[in-house]
T-cell receptor, first 114, second 113 residues
Framework: NAGVMQNPRHLVRRRGQEARLRCSPM?????VYWYRQLPEEGLKFMVY????????ESGMPKERFSAEFPKEGPSILRIQQVVRGDSAAYFC????????????FGEGSRLTVL | AQSVSQHNHHVILSEAASLELGCNYS??????LFWYVQYPGQHLQLLLK??????LVKGIKGFEAEFIKSKFSFNLRKPSVQWSDTAEYFC???????????FGRGTSLIVHP
């Protein structure tokens, strides 16, 4: 599914730096989700956003992580002062907002923290 | 909180073998159910879904899944796997009228030619 675009695909950061991951949803989709995938742990929900609104951020760590989905432009997941434990694949998904639970995923951004 | 369990974390099969991957969930109300597949280096893509109706659902590439409400299960099956089925398989459950599906841990399937 080439509809959900994520970039960068791979990002390397040193401890203490900032990481910004971007996601453009499928055309016509107004709902964006971020999931984190750690080895042997599957997909963990982080945050659910609509345009200009954070709807549910119950899966986001309380510190250093933030997300936004502005009126114009992609959704951004921002990780400040990265630590080695932040190394993971971060997947963005979008939906048209019909609350069926069906999501359309991007190819993911793999963050490596040195 | 709702949880989704995939009991088989790693499965190794030979081509032409039959496949069944288990998925159980904890929520007792109405649910929508999904299986996603993630081929190596690719994004997750929908394999099949169940919203209502016939509990035996057929998806792409010869996969099917059966919803058994009494067992809170949605197991994935394929009668004869191929090498190209090597991938990670995720079960997901969405509570009725929820916007946030819960995913299982995933099952890594390796099919030897």
């Amino acid at each position: 599914n080439a509809g959900v675009m994520q970039n960068p695909r791979h990002l390397v950061r040193r401890r203490g730096q900032e990481a910004r991951l971007r996601c453009s949803p499928m055309k016509g989709h107004s709902h964006v989700y971020w999931y984190r995938q750690l080895p042997e742990e599957g997909l963990k929900f982080m945050v659910y956003l609509q345009k200009e609104n954070i709807i549910d951020e119950s899966g986001m760590p309380k510190e250093r992580f933030s997300a936004e989905f502005p009126k114009e432009g992609p959704s951004i997941l921002r990780i400040q002062q990265v630590v080695r434990g932040d190394s993971a694949a971060y997947f963005c998904a979008s939906s048209p907002g019909e609350n069926t639970g069906e999501l359309f995923f991007g190819e993911g951004s793999r963050l490596t923290v040195l | 909180a709702q949880s989704v369990s995939q009991h088989n974390h790693h499965v190794i099969l030979s081509e032409a073998a039959s496949l069944e991957l288990g998925c159980n969930y904890s929520y007792g109300g109405t649910v929508n159910l999904f299986w996603y597949v993630q081929y190596p280096g690719q994004h997750l893509q929908l394999l099949l879904k169940y919203f209502s109706g016939d509990p035996l659902v057929k998806g792409i590439k010869g996969f099917e899944a059966e919803f058994i409400k009494s067992k809170f299960s949605f197991n994935l099956r394929k009668p004869s796997v191929q090498w190209s089925d090597t991938a990670e398989y995720f079960c997901a459950v969405n509570q009725w009228r929820s916007y946030i599906p819960t995913f299982g841990r995933g099952t890594s399937l390796i099919v030897h030619p």
